[in-house]
């Protein structure tokens, strides 16, 4: 069966980086486009960044642009975000998903979810 399990996340203070890791098994992985959402306490889950089969990537939350940024690696069926100059705002549940096709913004479109991970920016 497929799995997702996201890593990584953790407690930062503002200004510090985290990498996030999200593995997958039970999937054809070089197939599949992997998205990054998050969902802060009272809002509603968001898109973050998505990496396509192919390598390229989309931007779905501007405020991470220049601070985050995806890689995939094939061999490993991971995806990873790095994520540079936290901010408090940052402070989310951070999922992963996986879905074939091309990236989408929407968790609608995305089948396969990993549990989470939490991220928390506070000094």
């Known amino acids: 069966q497929v799995q997702v399990v996201e890593s990584g996340g953790g407690l930062v203070q503002p200004g510090g980086s985290l990498r996030l890791s999200c593995t997958t098994s039970?999937?054809?992985?070089?197939?599949?486009?992997v998205g990054w959402f998050r969902q802060a306490p009272g809002k509603m889950r968001e898109g973050v960044l998505c990496?396509?089969?192919?390598?390229?990537?989309?931007y779905y939350t501007d405020s991470v642009k220049g601070r985050f940024t995806i890689s995939r690696d094939n061999a490993e069926k991971t995806v990873y975000l790095r994520m540079n100059s936290l901010e408090p705002e940052d402070t989310a549940m951070y999922y992963c998903?996986?879905?074939?096709?091309?990236?989408?913004?929407?968790?609608?479109?995305?089948?396969?979810w990993g549990q989470g991970t939490q991220v928390t920016v506070s000094s």
């Open positions: 990496v396509y089969w192919t390598g390229s990537y989309a």
């Open positions: 039970g999937l054809s992985f070089g197939d599949v486009s």
């Open positions: 998903a996986a879905r074939y096709g091309g990236c989408s913004g929407s968790q609608f479109e995305y089948k396969y």
